[in-house]
């Protein structure tokens, strides 16, 4: 084998074990449970099983909970179009970024850092939980950034309630911990969380 060829591998399989984002499928934007029944099937859910979503199941949240439906859009409103809410995720296997755009989403920390994502036991046991982070540089005002959040968890909410899943929004959280954590500027704020997963 030539030095060039021993030094190519080398690099392909760097890159391999230093791949770091996750690639989500598609998300499948048809069936589900009727909105009126989801609605009827939306609760608060405190308990759960420690097991992961599929990639599939991963997919459709994040989407149904702020992705985009249209070039300049998303599934979930926000003042004057600002766009400023972003999630990051907390799973099993790593803390990430939902990177709505090209939906994938991209590693920030590797690990189980689920238990920094709140102060109840459950936490650390939810397949994952949704950190809600406003770039208030971005907001037309703090109300504004805050109601915007809850159209997102409210679709997070009826995306559980269509798939058999558990969710709940959550307020206790250390807020410092979290902005370290996800490596947040000066301008980002964590202005929420929320639990998602099997119910026990």
């Not at 230093?18 to 499928?25: R, T």
């Not at 559980?160 to 490596?183: H, I, M, Q």
Request: proline letters at 2%.
């Amino acid at each position: 084998m030539t030095r060039f060829s021993i030094l190519s591998l080398i690099f392909i399989m760097c890159c391999s074990i230093s791949a770091q984002d996750i690639n989500l499928p598609a998300p499948n934007k048809t069936g589900g449970k009727p909105l009126m029944q989801a609605l009827n099937e939306r609760k608060s859910i405190r308990s759960y099983q420690d097991k992961e979503l599929t990639s599939q199941q991963l997919s459709d949240l994040l989407w149904a909970a702020n992705g985009f439906n249209r070039d300049d859009k998303r599934t979930a409103p926000t003042a004057n179009n600002r766009q400023e809410l972003e999630l990051y995720v907390t799973t099993k296997n790593g803390v990430y970024f939902y990177d709505a755009r090209n939906h994938l989403l991209k590693e920030v920390k590797k690990g189980d850092q689920r238990a920094q994502a709140g102060t109840q036991d459950f936490v650390a046991r939810a397949a994952l939980n949704l950190i809600f982070v406003s770039d208030m540089e971005k907001a037309s005002s703090r109300e504004y950034a805050y109601t915007n959040c809850g159209f997102v968890a409210q679709n997070v909410y009826l995306y559980c309630a269509s798939e058999g899943l558990g969710s709940v929004v959550r307020g206790s959280f250390d807020k410092d911990k979290l902005s370290e954590l996800l490596k947040l500027n000066s301008n980002q704020q964590v202005l929420l969380t929320q639990s998602v997963g099997y119910p026990d």
